[in-house]
């Protein structure tokens, strides 16, 4: 059975930093597109990194561009999602899932899930 699992959050204060782990059972995550997803309170669920297979391109929105970055550590089948620079709107439950990979050349992960399975998450609250 295929099951991601995050960890890692917690609450830190305006400026701080978090490590969020997605660690994989049943799956090689080094061959899988991951991606980082989000949902604050009354919004929907949002992409906001992901890394592509094999060691691939990675992508970031613009809310989250040069202060997150995603790694996989593929001795540990776990993706990283480094967080710098937290902002109050970085509040939110966060989750992984595999992405669908664009067949470009180089291959380039997407913001899309592959399926519609959402594990538990993993809470990040940034507050003063």
């Known amino acids: 059975q295929v099951q991601l699992v995050e960890s890692g959050g917690g609450r830190v204060q305006p400026g701080g930093t978090l490590r969020l782990s997605c660690a994989a059972s049943?799956?090689?995550?080094?061959?899988?597109?991951i991606g980082w997803f989000r949902q604050a309170p009354g919004k929907d669920r949002e992409g906001i990194s992901c890394?592509?297979?094999?060691?691939?391109?990675?992508i970031y929105t613009d809310d989250v561009k040069g202060r997150f970055t995603i790694a996989r550590d593929n001795a540990k089948n776990t993706v990283y999602l480094q967080m710098n620079s937290l902002k109050t709107e970085d509040t939110a439950i966060y989750f992984c899932?595999?992405?669908?990979?664009?067949?470009?050349?180089?291959?380039?992960?997407?913001?899309?899930?592959?399926?519609?399975?959402w594990g538990q998450g993993t809470q990040v609250t940034v507050s003063p």
């Open positions: 890394i592509t297979e094999n060691d691939g391109e990675k």
């Open positions: 899932a595999a992405v669908l990979t664009q067949t470009s050349i180089p291959p380039l992960c997407t913001l899309r899930p592959q399926d519609d399975y």
């Open positions: 049943g799956m090689s995550l080094e061959h899988h597109s």
